[in-house]
DNA sequence: AGGTCAATCTCGCCT
DNA sequence: AGGCGAGGTTGACCT
């Protein structure tokens, strides 16, 4: 990992091309090659970059600038930085990452409703998960309290393109003799008004649920009985 | 802007939980207080992080471990960066960025394509660009040889998204005496398979666009007459 | 401020 | 390897 502080200017062309002018910034160069030109601002994307596999070449021009030239290896992207004064250039080897241990996302919140259906509705129960389509698995197949399919959509955060695709499991299912009718239910910690009014138009009922209360329930340690 | 390069342990706990072991990492502080953790791999994407606006608070404990605690300024997310030991550390003012100019992305598709509306279909011409209907502006409204309204969405990829999206469009449409029979037309610089499918099995046309070959019609220098 | 949509998206999973 | 969906998405633009 090098780490570079310097007045450069930037020029990326690939996919679009996109010009930052002269200006401090800090430039980011990995192990595998790969760059980011950082400013001291924003959020974590970079002004530019190029990511790998790319290489690398450095040149000095004349005129005294240096230039770097960062091309990709399977695209003719390039990124192009004209360094015009360094502030600070050092170098370390971190080594290989052990990397990130996550939890929390929605695959958790799936394994969740599929052990507590009923937070979807009285008397429902769990036919299966992921159960596959010819356009792709409905998180959850359940039935109802008087045993007519529910297919069970579920979001972090429920939002139009959600009720989308449930629609169109919805409308699929529904074409088959043995699963027909099929309603739609749309589980998610947090419903979008417009999500919601979109799914109610439809029939398909929105379930709110809440993620700690159901942890909670699922948690040995705070179970009573 | 400052530079870290240390030894650490990250833990992060919001939306969901990570975890990053012990090792040697880049650390980027911003001045605007937000925290970029960066391993010597992987693309732009920091292992970890915690976006501005947020308050960095730096404790040392009795054993000599410094602890960094990054807390968001709007909800109660918070990153805690154990430090065993600090192999770099700078800081630089690198000042306000004059920012990035782009080119060549989805807006510029959509001016070269109401420029040149027979690439969408032999005889067809421009109404208006983003003519706006009750649920959004569809990218453009135009009529065939025929006379008849067409709307026409507009993706550098095609994915199925698109596709729901302009199927809304026309589902709003048609319902309009005025407009309907409305037909759609979907254009991208390249259309995956699925959405092909999915909008072709609706009455959909896919058109596949040349952007270069758009921009080269269009660039003056190019044209014979 | 809030909603919507694109992105040089990145990342992970699955076929 | 390619397709597909999610993201602590981020960012830009509009209302």
Redesign the interface.
Known sequence: ?R?V?ARCQVDYAG???????M????I?V???G?V?V????????????M??PCTLREEVAEDGVTEWTVSAAKSDDTLRIRIEKV??D?S??????????????EKHLQELLAEHTTTLGEGMSLVRREYMTAIGPVDLLCRDAAGAAVAVEIK?RGEI?GV?QLTRYLELMNRDPQLRPVRGVFAAQEIKPQARVLAEDRGIRCVVVNYDELRGIDDPSLRLF
Chains 1, 2 share one sequence.
Do not use: F
């Open positions: 990992m780490v502080i996919r679009l091309t996109a010009h930052l002018p200006a401090t910034r800090v980011m990995k192990a595998d790969s980011l950082h400013s001291d601002g924003g959020s974590y994307k970079p002004l530019n970059w990511s790998p502030l600070h050092t370390h080897d971190l080594g290989v990452d052990p990397g990130l241990r996550k939890d929390g996302v972090r393109d989308e």
